[in-house]
T-cell receptor, first 113, second 112 residues
């Protein structure tokens, strides 16, 4: 399987709810990073997983959490959604953690109302 | 507190001419820099990178220049083509495996 696939493409949630976003990486990609891109901004690093362990975290609260699975899929979970969580969420994977090797998915557009 | 700044939100260039996209950074610890291109409804695509031990890197029509003393880098596209029309993001990291810090992007329009 080639490319990085994210689901769903669009999602609307109510403030206070919980959401799970999914990412399916290329086979062999043992590193996955998640980014949040607010409107008019560049992507902002949330966290990275390497071989199913968290390997770095940006300036995001603990209600943002993740999982990486042995089958090269991963999840981003956000609890207690706030209006400011509305953004495009991007997943990027690579096989060796090298930045130039990242393949990005098309993202999930989350709207919190 | 933006560590990577792209001060031009947009740039319009005629086909065949040179496009120059600029990026400034404030964190002197950054030593690896990348440019990404993003089309609507797609994820960013890696374009070209440069390590701080170099001041220039070329790949076909794309050249990135790094001025460490000025904490400035630029992406040159020569000649520009209509298919280059996209949003270009500058990103920086500490080490080639560090998490990426992105600028806000510059929307390039190449007119036929």
């Amino acid at each position: 399987e080639t490319g990085v696939t994210q689901s769903p493409t669009h999602l609307i949630k109510t403030r206070g709810q919980q959401v799970t976003l999914r990412c399916s990486s290329q086979s062999g990609h043992n590193t996955v990073s998640w980014y949040q891109q607010a409107l008019g901004q560049g992507p902002q690093f949330i966290f990275q997983y390497y071989r199913e362990e968290e390997n770095g975290r940006g300036n995001f609260p603990p209600r943002f959490s993740g999982l990486q699975f042995p089958n090269y899929s991963s999840e981003l979970n956000v609890n207690a959604l706030e209006l400011d969580d509305s953004a495009l969420y991007l997943c990027a994977s690579s096989w060796d953690r090298m930045n130039y090797g990242y393949t990005f998915g098309s993202g999930t557009r989350l709207t919190v109302v | 507190d933006q560590q990577v700044k792209q001060n031009s939100p947009s740039l319009s260039v005629q086909e065949g001419r040179i496009s120059i996209l600029n990026c400034d950074y404030t964190n002197s610890m950054f030593d690896y820099f990348l440019w990404y291109k993003k089309y609507p409804a797609e994820g960013p695509t890696f374009l070209i990178s440069i390590s701080s031990i170099k001041d220039k890197n070329e790949d076909g029509r794309f050249t990135v220049f790094l001025n460490k003393s000025a904490k400035h880098l630029s992406l040159h596209i020569v000649p520009s083509q209509p298919g280059d029309s996209a949003v270009y993001f500058c990103a920086a990291s500490i080490g080639s495996q560090g998490n990426l810090i992105f600028g806000k992007g510059t929307k390039l329009s190449v007119k036929p």
